[in-house]
């Protein structure tokens, strides 16, 4: 395998570990919305700040989420997304990067 191979796999998985941070920073926020949480607490507030830009674009994409009843599910579809991307677009993507080489 070439360096340059290895490096974008590298890269790839790197990639896909951050993906697994930003799921569990999702599940943390919706945790929190569940509970009365202090909005000006530094660690609420970072988790607002990292997950409501891509939370705001899945809203805007599907309005319907976000009024199921009162239950938003934008978290949860977002989850779905992140998980459709580590499991079919990085290996397929891995795999493209190893047949070049």
């Known amino acids: 395998m070439s360096v340059i191979a290895n490096f974008l796999v590298r890269i790839l998985g790197f ?4 993906l697994t941070a930003y799921v569990w ?3 943390g926020r919706a ?5 009365n949480a ?3 607490n530094p660690i609420v507030r970072f988790l607002h700040e990292v997950t409501e830009p891509a939370l705001i674009r899945v ?3 599907l309005p319907f ?3 199921m009843g009162g239950i938003d599910l934008t978290p949860l579809i977002l989850i779905f997304a992140i998980y459709f991307i580590q499991q079919v677009i ?4 891995q795999q493209m990067i190893l047949a070049i080489v």
């Not at 990639?15 to 951050?18: P, T, Y």
């Open 15 to 18: 990639v896909n570990f951050l």
């Open 25 to 27: 920073m999702i599940i």
């Open 31 to 35: 945790i929190i919305s569940w509970v």
């Open 38 to 40: 202090d909005p000006y």
């Open 59 to 61: 809203r805007r994409l």
């Open 65 to 67: 989420a976000s009024a």
């Open 90 to 93: 990085i290996p397929t993507l």
